[in-house]
C-alpha cells in the first residue's frame, strides 16, 4: 500500500510516499529555518504562509523521486495536531482536497505517534511491541510505553519545558541562533561535560521531567560571569547538554526497570543528539535492553513518519471525512 504523507505542524513543509509503513520511496521537506531564525524562533503567521508556497513543489519533490504519481498513490495521512493551528490547517486542507479529488482514504495522524513510527523506516528491524518509547522533540518530552501502533500509555512527561526547548532556549542565551540544539550538541562534543556544575532536577522516583529550573541555572551563571568564548563555550554547553541528558536517561532507567520493557526505541529532534544517543547506549547495553533510534535525519520533523504512521490507521480500517480539522493541542495518550 502506497501512502502519501503531509505534514506542517511547525516550521518544516514535507511531503513522502511510503510503501507499507516502512519503505520510504520518496522524501521531501522544505525546512523555514532560515526565515525564522531572524526572529529567533517560530513565527505563526510566517509559518502558515510559506507552507501555503511550499507544499505543492515538495509535493512534486516527493512524487518525483518515487517515481510514482498520484494515480498509484493507495491512501493519505495528513498531521492534524499538535503543532501551530494556522500551519497544520494548511497541510490537513491540501490532503483533504487530493483525497476528495482523487477519492482516497484519508486519515488525520498525531504528529507524535508519526515520531513514534520513524523508527520502522531505516531498515527492516523494529522494536517488538510492547516497548518503552522515550519522544525529545522542540514541543514535547514524555516516556510511553507504546502497545501497538497508536496505542499508546503515557508514564511521564515533562512539567514545564521540552528538552529540545531547553536547548533552543539556553542555546539563544548563548548567542547560538535557532534552532540551538543542534549547534549545542556540536559544541558539546569537544567540551568537558564536568566543567560547570548544574543542578540535577527531579531526582525522585517518578517519571516526569522538568527542564526549566537547568534554564534559570544557565540565565543565572551567564547573567553573573557573561558569555564564555572558544573553550569556555564549548565545556558549558557540554556541562548544560550532560545535565539534561542526564535526567533522560535516568528516567528511562526507572522506566525501563519498573515496567520489566527489554526493548527501547527514541524519537524527536533530541534523538539526535548524540550525548544523549552515546549515554543510551550505555544504559542499554548495562541493562541487556535493545535500543532503536531513526538516523537523525528521521529524528527530526519529516513526512515519512506521518505516511508510516498513517500506514497502520489505514491498514485497520480507519477513514477521516472532510470535516477532519487541525488541532492545536492533541495528547498522544
Ligand atoms: O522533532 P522536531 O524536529 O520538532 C518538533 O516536533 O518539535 O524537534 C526539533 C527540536 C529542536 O528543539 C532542536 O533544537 C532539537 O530538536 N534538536 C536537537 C538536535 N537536533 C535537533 N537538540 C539537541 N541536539 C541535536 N543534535
Ligand atoms: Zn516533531
Not at 40 to 63: D, K
Not at 100 to 115: I, K, M, Q, T
Not at 243 to 256: E, F, G, P
Not at 301 to 327: C, F, H, K, S, V
Request: aromatic share 4%; glycine share 12%; with cysteine.
Amino acid at each position: 500500500m502506497l501512502v502519501l504523507g503531509l505534514e506542517s505542524s511547525c516550521d518544516e513543509t514535507a511531503a513522502a510516499l511510503v510503501e507499507d509503513g516502512v519503505r520510504v520511496r520518496g522524501d521531501a521537506v522544505a525546512s523555514q529555518v532560515a526565515v525564522h531564525r531572524e526572529w529567533g524562533g517560530v513565527v505563526p503567521e510566517i509559518a502558515s504562509r510559506h507552507h501555503v508556497t511550499n507544499l505543492i513543489p515538495v509535493l512534486e519533490t516527493a512524487l518525483k523521486e518515487s517515481g510514482a504519481t498520484l494515480a498509484d498513490v493507495d491512501g493519505l495521512a495528513v498531521t492534524r495536531g499538535p503543532g501551530l493551528v494556522g500551519a497544520l490547517l494548511v497541510g490537513v486542507q491540501a490532503a483533504k482536497a487530493i483525497a476528495w479529488a482523487r477519492g482516497l482514504p484519508l486519515v488525520g495522524v498525531n504528529h507524535l505517534e508519526g515520531h513514534l513510527s520513524a523508527v520502522w523506516l531505516d531498515g527492516d528491524r523494529g522494536p517488538a511491541f510492547p516497548h518503552l518509547a522515550l519522544l525529545v522533540s522542540g514541543g514535547h518530552s514524555e516516556l510511553v510505553i507504546a502497545r501497538d501502533h497508536g496505542v499508546y500509555e503515557l508514564l511521564g512527561a515533562t512539567r514545564d519545558d521540552a528538552a529540545g526547548e531547553a536547548f533552543d532556549k539556553v542555546g539563544k542565551m548563548l548567542g547560538l541562533g535557532y534552532p540551538a540544539g543542534p549547534v549545542v550538541d556540536q559544541l558539546a562534543a569537544t567540551g568537558d561535560p564536568n566543567a560547570v556544575k548544574l543542578p540535577r532536577a527531579m531526582r525522585g522516583r517518578g517519571l516526569d521531567f522538568s527542564f526549566s529550573g537547568m534554564k534559570t541555572a544557565m540565565q543565572t551563571l551567564l547573567q553573573r560571569d557573561g558569555v564564555p568564548v572558544g573553550q569556555a563555550l564549548a565545556d558549558l554547553c557540554a556541562s548544560f547538554q550532560a545535565a539534561i541528558v542526564d535526567q533522560l536517561v535516568r528516567k528511562t532507567r526507572l522506566a525501563l526497570e519498573e515496567q520489566g520493557l527489554t526493548q527501547l526505541q527514541v524519537a524527536g529532534g533530541v534523538a539526535a543528539n548524540r550525548g544523549l544517543r552515546a549515554a543510551l547506549a550505555e544504559l542499554t547495553r548495562e541493562l541487556g535492553v535493545d535500543l532503536f533510534i531513526p538516523s537523525p535525519k528521521r529524528c527530526t520533523d519529516n513526512a515519512a513518519m506521518i505516511a508510516a504512521a498513517g500506514y497502520w490507521r489505514l491498514q485497520r480500517g480507519e477513514r477521516a471525512d472532510l470535516m477532519l480539522n487541525a488541532t492545536a493541542s492533541l495528547p498522544l495518550a
